[in-house]
């Protein structure tokens, strides 16, 4: 959930060539200015933690997930992702061998 949202009146410096054709058009500044704000700090942010980026990427590649998600384990009917898959000490069940019951779950009778 997002913090409240505090404002704060900002006087901005802006090239007239650049805020003419915006006010020609209606643009309401503060929440395009907010965006380009948004905007450089991913930038600077992905920037910074670039090279943390790439080492965990070249890991994944060379190593795999630590954990694959369900749908990317391979089964005997077929891989439905092809990801680097971790060796793992023994095989699980696929979806394909798990055979649904035919008593509907709500008629079952269980034990008292």
Do not use: F
Request: proline fraction near 14%.
């Amino acid at each position: 959930m997002n913090a409240p949202d505090h404002r704060s009146p900002v006087i901005i410096d802006t090239s007239e060539d650049l805020l003419r054709p915006a006010k020609h058009i209606h643009l309401d500044t503060t929440p395009a200015a907010e965006d380009g704000i948004r905007t450089a700090q991913s930038e600077k942010w992905l920037q910074d933690n670039k090279e943390a980026i790439n080492a965990y990427n070249r890991d994944i590649r060379k190593n795999g997930i630590a954990i694959p998600p369900l749908w990317a384990r391979p089964c005997p009917h077929g891989t439905l992702r092809n990801l680097p898959q971790p060796p793992r000490p023994r095989a699980l069940p696929c979806r394909h061998s798990i055979q649904p019951s035919r008593t509907p779950h709500h008629t079952r009778r269980h034990p008292a």
